[in-house]
């Protein structure tokens, strides 16, 4: 007979169940981990990478979809890479930042990246003594001359496609230029995603996602990605458990779920993206489109040399500017208006009212954020249906 009391059983975890090696990840919800004995609890305290002690710190579900996502990052070079998983693209960008960056440094970095990591940077950055300034990357005479009056550049800090311009920034040049004045760069790959693009291949020190986007896919759960080379991780992993911007194990594992069809809907998202996009050119309400896989687009041959094929997103102006670009939102039936991208189904946005609302508006203007600026994220439905959406929105002006 069970000694243990009634109260006692029903609080004890049972450590007798056996079993075969689960087919599918599971969800490790658990905050702490056990020990047999004192001696175990010592030796993985002093070598965590042999055992998990703490979730904050690392949980077997992060870790299995970490790895994975590093796997991508990395593949075609033999550099040995590690991720971290955060509770948001926000958090893992802080996390990276904040590792990196002391007072006095200077941050350099383009003005069309997403609106809340110019604001992070603005805001929250400046706070601990950290300027950052603005340029366009692919300016080779004014970069260096911006090297030369401010040595304490630390760090360049990039999108591309950017968010939400499209502009693509040639990351083999940006990071010769980066080493040659030894300053580290940092690629937020989340438009393109490792399907179409890996920044490490050319170099790059950092990659940053918003698995929040593409690499979930289904718009069901927030979360963010830090990768870099292993001889960052100590640096990086004692920021991480300190900060404590760490993904849930149930978040890692939607996200796990998602990553499985990353190949499939990015080969989706592009080819209805550039259908869309060369529609919209044609289109006689539209003024003009920015879709870095359309010949007419500035970094067209950047993005032809970088990119796989061109992802999902584009961006466009209604003619007529941002009073016809409201009346064109309020008209679509298929497509949502709703503040995020890379979901499976279409999404329409207004930078300059919503995921830009707080970035200067001269500084927004020029980097190409212009007050009627409409940005899609292409999902995956049947093109026709898109095509039909927005030619009855554009024709109802
Ligand atoms: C390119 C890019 N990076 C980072 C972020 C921030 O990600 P999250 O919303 O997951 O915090 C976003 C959000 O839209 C984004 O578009």
């Not at 919800?29 to 002690?53: M, Q, R």
């Not at 870790?63 to 890479?81: C, H, N, P, R, Y």
């Not at 940077?121 to 692919?138: A, R």
């Not at 539209?286 to 896989?293: E, I, K, L």
Request: net charge negative; hydrophobic share 40%; charged share 20%.
């Amino acid at each position: 007979m069970n000694k243990k009391r009634l109260e006692t059983l029903a609080v004890q975890e049972n450590k007798e169940i056996r079993t075969t090696r689960p087919h599918i990840l599971p969800i490790y919800a658990t905050s702490s981990f056990s020990f047999e004995n004192i001696e175990e609890g010592i030796d993985v305290f002093s070598k965590p990478e042999e055992g998990h002690l703490y979730s904050r710190f690392a949980n077997p579900t992060l870790d299995t979809v970490a790895l994975k996502i590093a796997q991508l990052e990395s593949f075609g070079t033999d550099m040995d890479v590690f991720c971290l998983l955060a509770n948001s693209g926000m958090s893992a960008i802080h996390c990276l930042l904040a590792s990196q960056l002391k007072a006095g440094d200077k941050v350099l970095t383009h003005g069309n990246i997403y609106g809340g990591t110019t604001e992070l940077l603005k805001k929250v950055f400046s706070q601990f003594g950290v300027t950052t300034l603005f340029s366009d990357l692919n300016d080779e005479s004014h970069l260096a001359q911006l090297m030369k009056a401010n040595p304490e550049i630390k760090l360049i800090y990039f999108e591309t496609p950017a968010n939400p311009t499209l502009a693509c920034i040639d990351i083999e040049k940006i990071v010769a230029f980066a080493k040659s004045h030894n300053v580290l760069t940092v690629a937020d790959n989340t438009f393109a995603t490792p399907m179409l693009q890996r920044p490490f291949s050319y170099g790059v020190d950092f990659v940053l996602h918003s698995t929040t986007k593409y690499l979930n896919g289904h718009g069901n759960g927030l979360g963010g990605a830090i990768l870099a080379n292993r001889k960052h991780y100590d640096n990086l992993w004692a920021h991480y458990k300190l900060i404590g911007p760490t993904a849930s194990p149930f978040e890692a594992w939607n996200l796990n779920n998602g990553l499985k069809t990353l190949a499939l809907r990015m080969e989706k998202h592009s080819s209805n993206a550039l259908s869309v996009a060369t529609f919209l050119e044609n289109h006689p309400n539209v003024d003009f489109v920015n879709y870095p896989g359309l010949p007419s687009h500035a970094n067209h041959e950047i993005a032809k040399k970088q990119m796989a094929s061109f992802g999902g997103m584009l961006s466009f102006e209604v003619k007529g500017g941002f009073e016809a670009g409201k009346k064109f939102m309020n008209e679509l039936r298929l497509c949502s208006l709703a503040p995020t991208l890379g979901n499976t189904d279409t999404l329409v946005l207004h930078p300059a009212s919503m995921s830009h609302l707080h970035i200067d508006r001269a500084l927004r203007i020029q980097f190409g954020i212009t007050d009627g600026l409409i940005r899609l994220s292409v999902g995956i439905e049947h093109e026709d249906d898109i095509k039909s959406d927005l030619d009855k929105a554009l024709t109802s002006q």
